[in-house]
Structures are given as structure tokens and as C-alpha cells.
T-cell receptor, first 114, second 113 residues
Framework: GAVVSQHPSRVICKSGTSVKIECRSL??????MFWYRQFPKQSLMLMAT?????????EQGVEKDKFLINHASLTLSTLTVTSAHPEDSSFYIC??????????FGPGTRLLVL | DAKTTQPPSMDCAEGRAANLPCNHS???????VYWYRQIHSQGPQYIIH???NNETNEMASLIITEDRKSSTLILPHATLRDTAVYYC??????????????FGQGTILTVHP
């Protein structure tokens, strides 16, 4: 199947700082990528849809000014958590369609905000 | 997207077949059934998907009932590494919900020696 990578795999930051997470499709091009968030013992929740060359589409309740998404190329989408706070600590996962019917996920990035 | 119902947990002996059920009684004609699994602290892994015919790949088999209201994921020879949370998701892959996978709570499958 198609391979999606994320960097970093884990990050610890201080409250108030910004953190950037990269999502790359390694062996295919993705005009659309997706960002999910997963809190401990909970399921994945879609945060936003990242569209190459245009603005991201955010799910209801997700602050677009706090979670900045940039999809500058067909293989890279970035999620920046601005002014991070402890409640933003979570597991962030991206995904992309490797083909028309199947979505593949990255390994996830664990964010801890102190 | 149609809602799915899965048992919260199941056990399986190593080497035996694991049969994971999923109910999706409100599925519509253009919606596919997808199965993903998530091993602890990793991103979800695609397993298999189907529309109405049974499907098989190197990982698993997917059996969809004729009325499409339920399905079963079969891991033919479960190993300890198959211990994970298994998610059954119904979505119209290329339609209006393109890419929007709605994850429920899934089934925690524990494979024991």
C-alpha cells in the first residue's frame, strides 16, 4: 500500500509555543490530505481536510486560527499548532488517498505541551 | 455516512480464526465497508474494503451479507501481533464524504497464546 510519513514522531514543547508537524506522501501524490486528532482512550476525530493549493476545510469546533494547515505541494501538508496549551496534548495523525478508494495513514505524532 | 456497531472487545486464541462482526443496517447503495486497525500508539492501518462482494487479500477476508446490513472481518490465523483496535467504517469513497472517515470506538481484539 501507499506510504505516508510524519515528522516528528513525538514532540514536547512549552505552553505558548508553536509546533509544526509534517505529513508526507512518499510514493504517490496527494491533492488532499486529512488531519485527525486522538486523545487517550478515545477514537480518531477528523480535524480538517488539507487541499493542495487552496485553503483547508475545518470540521466544526476546530479553530482554524489555532491549527494552521498548509498544503504547498502534492506530497507535503503541514499542521502548525499555534500557541500550544496543555489541552492540545494529543496524538495527531494525517492521512491521504493512495488511490481513489483507499486512505492511508501516517504513523502519528505525539504532542505533549508542558 | 452510515453508523456502524461493533462489539467493544473480543478474544481469540493464537492460530485460530478471528471473526469480527460489524452491523451497518442504514448503509446506502453507494457506501463501501472499510476495515482499519490501530495497534497501540500507531496510525491506523488499512486492512480491506468492499462494496457488496466478498473480498480477500493477504491480510484478511471480508464477508458482506447479501442485504449489506452487516459484515464480518476474518483474520484466518490470528497472531499476537494482530492484537489491536479494529474499526469498521462505512463511507461513500468518492462521493460527498470523500475522505471523511468517521471512526467509532471499534473492537479491541486481544489475541492470547
Amino acid at each position: 500500500g501507499a506510504v505516508v510519513s510524519q515528522h516528528p514522531s513525538r514532540v514536547i514543547c512549552k505552553s505558548g509555543t508553536s509546533v509544526k508537524i509534517e505529513c508526507r506522501s512518499l510514493d504517490f501524490q496527494a491533492t488532499t490530505m486529512f488531519w485527525y486528532r486522538q486523545f487517550p482512550k478515545q477514537s480518531l476525530m477528523l480535524m480538517a481536510t488539507s487541499n493542495e493549493g487552496s485553503k483547508a476545510t475545518y470540521e466544526q469546533g476546530v479553530e482554524k486560527d489555532k491549527f494552521l494547515i498548509n498544503h504547498a505541494s502534492l506530497t507535503l501538508s503541514t499542521l502548525t499548532v499555534t500557541s500550544a496549551h496543555p489541552e492540545d496534548s494529543s496524538f495527531y495523525i494525517c492521512s491521504a488517498h493512495g488511490d481513489a478508494e483507499t486512505q492511508y495513514f501516517g504513523p502519528g505524532t505525539r504532542l505533549l505541551v508542558l | 455516512d452510515a453508523k456502524t456497531t461493533q462489539p467493544p472487545s473480543m478474544d481469540c486464541a493464537e492460530g485460530r480464526a478471528a471473526n469480527l462482526p460489524c452491523n451497518h443496517s442504514t448503509i446506502s447503495g453507494n457506501e463501501y465497508v472499510y476495515w482499519y486497525r490501530q495497534i497501540h500508539s500507531q496510525g491506523p492501518q488499512y486492512i480491506i474494503h468492499g462494496l457488496k462482494n466478498n473480498e480477500t487479500n493477504e491480510m484478511a477476508s471480508l464477508i458482506i451479507t447479501e442485504d449489506r446490513k452487516s459484515s464480518t472481518l476474518i483474520l484466518p490465523h490470528a497472531t499476537l501481533r494482530d492484537t489491536a483496535v479494529y474499526y469498521c467504517i462505512v463511507t461513500d469513497a468518492g462521493g460527498t464524504s470523500y475522505g471523511k472517515l468517521t471512526f467509532g470506538q471499534g473492537t479491541i481484539l486481544t489475541v492470547h497464546p
